[in-house]
């Protein structure tokens, strides 16, 4: 690892500051994904500002028909959370299959975004149920935030502060994952609430993306049967030692009958 | 250099350490803790399993000085006055491990399934343990023994 300047403000207007005054900062979170990357020596940051200080950042909270989760609220603790459990239980299942507990003890739902992994499982969480994430300038939704393969609109100096999901009358993520480190090889969210129907997959492609004939064919019949004959093609598919593009194609609409089958 | 302050196995300690320093140098270079092993070093095996604030995390993958003010438990703060907990003394009666080298995750990833969960099933404490890789038991005797021990530390 090469050495950084460390900092850890107790606001996030002296997070911001401390961000935009750095030659080169960087925001740590749990640092599961940017301390491996740190000690690979794939980044070089001059300043690290660790945002654990801030409690501002962290818990639960319902706000209207949302739950809103803060940046720094950990896998474990969503995956625990009573009111996610009893409003969104999609949304623990999918906190609770991250990783592993050391794991999902330290990394962060904002941390999780903001590093826009292709095969993380919260992308799909976020568009699959129509979720808004907001930063300490303004507030984007989740089908405009994940812009492609660990990229976001998320601008250099900006700092993700929670993410607030509408509550949905049913949902269901079913995951195919990698048996080694849990991530997802397809992952698919399926919602329904006031916003519709959304399908949404995470770990197929290089960002994650919604489904709309499937979508479409749900709203008239929410069953499993209804998306049967629904293929979505290999091409852009993501293809690597752990499965091609056309067996991603394939598991997309294997784990979209799951997910809704296990909607209900 | 910043200076970090943590209470190491009930221990506060002091120390100036580069922002670099991983918690697991701190604990096995600056505290000569050794029994936090480095297995992989990548996030992947558990063999650097520590509490911090009662969690367990890998140590490998955390800053000390991200453990600023945390209270952290290692394998080597587990004993009392000289008597095995029981978690290790499980370990220790149902052959829970053979070169022992992922025996102090292992023992520190049981300790805080019992503290978090209570009673745990067979199939709980296997996916509990999907951080935790052993290259010699299969495991059966480590979850064995957890069973065991978690009985222990509830009796
Ligand atoms: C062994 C292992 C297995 C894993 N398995 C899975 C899995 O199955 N599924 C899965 O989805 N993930 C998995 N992960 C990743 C894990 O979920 C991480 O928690 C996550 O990728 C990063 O979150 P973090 O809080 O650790 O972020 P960090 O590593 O601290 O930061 C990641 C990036 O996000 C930026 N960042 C962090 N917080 C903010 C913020 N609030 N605003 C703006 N930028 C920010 C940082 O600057 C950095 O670039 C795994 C990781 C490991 C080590
Ligand atoms: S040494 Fe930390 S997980 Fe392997
Ligand atoms: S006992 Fe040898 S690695 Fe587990």
Redesign the pocket.
């Known amino acids: 690892m090469y050495e950084f300047n460390y900092h850890r403000p107790a606001s996030l207007d002296a997070a911001a500051s401390a961000l935009s005054g750095a030659g080169e900062g960087?925001?740590?979170?749990?640092?599961?994904?940017?301390?491996?990357?740190l000690k690979q020596r794939l980044a070089q940051p001059s300043d690290l500002i660790d945002?654990s200080a801030i409690a501002d950042?962290k818990g639960i909270s319902e706000d209207g028909g949302s739950i809103v989760i803060g940046?720094?609220t950990t896998?474990a603790e969503v995956a625990d959370n009573a009111t996610v459990k009893a409003k969104i239980p999609a949304l623990a299942d999918l906190a609770e299959?991250?990783?592993?507990i050391q794991?999902r003890n330290?990394?962060?739902i904002?941390?999780?975004i903001?590093?826009a992994?292709p095969?993380?499982?919260?992308p799909g969480g976020l568009v699959g149920l129509g979720a808004t994430v907001r930063?300490n300038k303004r507030e984007i939704a989740a089908d405009d935030f994940f812009t492609g393969m660990f990229e976001t609109a998320?601008a250099e100096d900006?700092?993700?502060?929670a993410v607030a999901f509408p509550v949905p009358d049913k949902a269901a993520y079913a995951k195919f994952?990698?048996p080694a480190?849990?991530?997802?090889i397809v992952g698919v969210l399926v919602s329904q609430g006031a916003g519709g129907v959304r399908v949404a997959v995470t770990g197929a492609g290089p960002s994650v993306f919604r489904v709309t004939e499937m979508e479409q064919a749900l709203a008239s019949n929410f069953s499993a049967a209804a998306i049967e004959g629904i293929a979505v093609p290999a091409d852009g598919l993501n293809s690597d030692i752990h499965a091609s593009a056309e067996y991603r194609a394939h598991l997309v609409g294997v784990m979209a009958r799951r997910a809704v089958a296990a909607a209900g | 250099m910043p200076s970090v302050t943590m209470t190491v196995n009930g221990q506060q300690v002091t120390r100036d350490v580069e922002g670099r320093t991983l918690l697991t140098d701190f604990l096995r270079q600056d505290l000569a803790l050794t029994g936090t092993h480095v297995g992989c070093d990548t996030?992947?095996c558990g063999a650097c399993v520590v509490h911090v604030d009662g969690k367990s995390v890998?140590a490998c993958?955390m800053l000390a000085v991200q453990a600023e003010g945390a209270e952290v438990t290692t394998i080597e703060g587990l004993a009392q006055n000289g008597e095995l907990h029981p978690m290790q003394a499980a370990f220790k009666e149902h052959h829970g491990l053979q070169c022992g080298f992922c025996t102090p995750g292992m023992v520190m990833s049981a300790v805080d399934l019992v503290n978090t969960k209570g009673e745990a099933s067979e199939t709980e404490i296997r996916d509990w343990l999907e951080?935790n890789i052993c290259r010699c038991t299969g495991y059966h005797n480590i979850v064995k023994a957890i069973q065991a021990g978690a009985k222990a530390m509830r009796s």
């Open positions: 960087k925001i740590v979170a749990g640092g599961m994904t940017l301390i491996p990357t945002l950042l940046a720094m896998h299959g991250i990783g592993d794991v330290r990394g962060t904002g941390g999780s903001a590093n992994d095969a993380a499982d919260y930063t998320l900006e700092i993700v502060t994952a990698n480190s849990r991530y997802a | 996030s992947q890998k993958t951080g």
